[in-house]
C-alpha cells in the first residue's frame, strides 16, 4: 500500500493533495490524525510533575454522590 503524508493546518485539503494519476478513477482511503505537539507533551509532563504523590480523589467519601453532583454542574 502506497502512503502520502501532509502536514498542513486548515479546514480544506484539496489544494495541498496532488492524486497521482494511477489513483484518480480508484476509491481511496483517506487518513487525517493530527501531529504530535512536543510542547503540549512538555506541559503535561510539567503539570504532571508537580502534582506527583498527590490525591486528588482522596476527599471523595462516596463516589456515585460525587460524579452525580459533577453531571449537575454541567
Known amino acids: ?9 486548515g479546514k480544506n485539503v484539496m489544494p495541498f493533495v496532488n492524486i ?3 489513483f ?3 476509491p ?3 487518513s ?3 501531529v504530535k505537539s512536543k510542547k503540549l507533551k512538555k506541559e503535561l509532563e510539567k ?3 508537580a502534582y506527583k504523590g498527590k490525591k486528588p480523589f482522596s476527599s471523595i467519601i462516596d463516589p456515585v454522590v460525587w460524579q452525580r453532583e459533577t453531571r449537575n454542574d454541567w
Open 47 to 49: 503539570i504532571l510533575k
Open 1 to 9: 500500500m502506497e502512503e502520502f503524508k501532509i502536514i498542513m493546518n
Open 20 to 22: 497521482p494519476p494511477e
Open 24 to 26: 484518480t478513477n480508484i
Open 28 to 30: 481511496l482511503e483517506i
Open 32 to 34: 487525517i490524525k493530527p
